[in-house]
Nanobody
Framework: QVQLVESGGGSVQAGGSLRLSCAAAGATYRNNYMSWFRQPPGKEREAVGYIYTGSSYTYFADSVKGRFTISQDNAKNTVYLQMNSLKPEDTAMYYC????????????????????WGQGTQVTVSS
């Protein structure tokens, strides 16, 4: 059963914007930490940020603070990653992930802590 489906990637020039979507199954989405990660070519997967859907609390990696935001639509069980002022170094495959149910501790910026992932969507930023 596919639980996370991303969409919205594409190619954009530096300084532009893109919005990614991650649609989740209801049980995965409700009152949970939904995270965004990215994996640049030839590099390890890294955290972008996350949202707690129970309160809309968000937290971001330093590399994207002030440029990226995460929001949610409870009617659609969907979280969004709005990316503004994009830079060539933002080029990566972007993934959403859901924090495992029942896991009370751990590093939400560590991709190894997650076991539910979307298929990924490519973002390419040209200079």
């Amino acid at each position: 059963q596919v639980q996370l489906v991303e969409s919205g990637g594409g190619s954009v020039q530096a300084g532009g914007s893109l919005r990614l979507s991650c649609a989740a199954a209801g049980a995965t989405y409700r009152n949970n930490y939904m995270s965004w990660f990215r994996q640049p070519p030839g590099k390890e997967r890294e955290a972008v940020g996350y949202i707690y859907t129970g309160s809309s609390y968000t937290y971001f990696a330093d590399s994207v603070k002030g440029r990226f935001t995460i929001s949610q639509d409870n009617a659609k069980n969907t979280v969004y990653l709005q990316m503004n002022s994009l830079k060539p170094e933002d080029t990566a495959m972007y993934y959403c992930a859901a924090w495992p149910r029942g896991k009370n501790s751990g590093n939400r910026f560590d991709p190894r802590e997650y076991d539910t992932w979307g298929q990924g969507t490519q973002v390419t930023v040209s200079s």
